[in-house]
């Protein structure tokens, strides 16, 4: 399970923040009208990845890389 294991849970949260951003790109209504709820989540996770998108970019180098010597 990726909650038992700090590097999978890492790898779940980092796709899910790529994921959101990349939707919300290509079909902003879809994410957009959810702010609220459990849905939010979603579209805070877009946030994140329109705002920090350096530091996420670099913190999915170092995964991918991290995962290659894994």
Request: glycine share 4%; proline share 3%.
């Amino acid at each position: 399970s990726a909650l038992f294991n700090f590097q999978s849970l890492m790898l779940v949260v980092l796709l899910t923040i790529c994921t959101c951003t990349y939707l919300r790109a290509q079909a902003p209504a879809l994410i957009d009208r959810n702010k609220t709820g459990v849905m939010g989540l979603f579209w805070k996770a877009a946030r994140i990845g329109e705002r920090l998108s350096p530091y996420v970019s670099i913190a999915c180098l170092i995964m991918a890389f991290q995962l290659i010597m894994y």
